[in-house]
């Protein structure tokens, strides 16, 4: 029974279908890079789209190979990609917020301006009670 | 053909028209941290052709620059956007 059934043939089907799930989110996301209107909408649409388009590639990469050592390095890189990606899309988005990048003038930013507001008010009186100490 | 290496080679041609599209972008980024960004979508895209190039040839060493890719993708941006904020304060 276990004999008849072809496991290369799962195997390549299940690493098929992974990749091309994956290449069809990298490539939504690279058209998004390509045409949205404003840079952190952008940095929005790649830092998800991205990520998990290579996810979904590299898994069906390790599913194909069907190794241990093989796995070790895909949960390796998976990892370490989910766990930059978004802080060095933070870093850029703070970057670009001091730098006054213009936003897109279809964006909401009320409560952005409340936090600014806010950060600047604490950041006085940070230095207030420096001067008086 | 069979349906494995059809796919396999598909994928190899979205992704290289994913990196002239970020190549686009790259090019007409009318600011800086739009470039970065690009530069960290082209070095995800690089990584998913090493790993599909992987799998096309059978060759497992190659996935080794997979890893050191994905190290220096992270590096580079963040130290190109450290290097933005101090230069303009």
């Not at chain 1, 043939?9 to 989110?25: A, K, N, T, Y």
């Not at chain 2, 796919?7 to 970065?36: E, H, K, N, V």
Request: glycine share 6%; aromatic share 12%; with cysteine.
């Amino acid at each position: 029974m276990l004999e008849d059934i072809n496991f290369l043939l799962i195997r390549e089907i299940i690493s098929s279908v992974l990749i091309i799930i994956g290449v069809m989110f990298m490539l939504i996301s690279t058209i998004g890079l390509l045409r949205f209107p404003d840079f952190y909408i952008r940095m929005s649409a790649i830092t998800k789209g991205a990520t998990l388009g290579l996810g979904l590639i590299l898994s069906g990469m390790g599913i194909y190979f069907n190794e241990p050592d093989m796995f070790l390095k895909v949960v390796l890189i998976i990892g370490f990609t989910f766990l930059t990606s978004p802080v060095a899309a933070h870093v850029i988005g703070r970057t670009a917020v001091r730098n006054k990048i213009p936003f897109w003038d279809r964006t909401n930013l009320d409560e952005f301006k409340e936090y600014l507001h806010k950060e600047h008010t604490a950041h006085r009186d940070h230095e207030r009670d420096n001067k008086q100490v | 053909m069979s349906f494995f290496s059809f796919t396999l080679i598909f994928a190899m041609a979205a992704l290289s028209l994913c990196l002239i599209m970020t190549g686009i972008r790259f090019a007409i980024g009318p600011s800086l941290p739009d470039r970065i960004t690009a530069f960290d979508l082209f070095v995800a895209n690089v990584i998913g052709i090493v790993a599909i190039y992987t799998e096309l040839t059978g060759n497992e060493d190659f996935i080794d620059v997979a890893i050191i890719l994905s190290l220096f993708g992270f590096l580079g941006s963040i130290s190109f956007a450290y290097y933005l904020m101090k230069s303009t304060r």
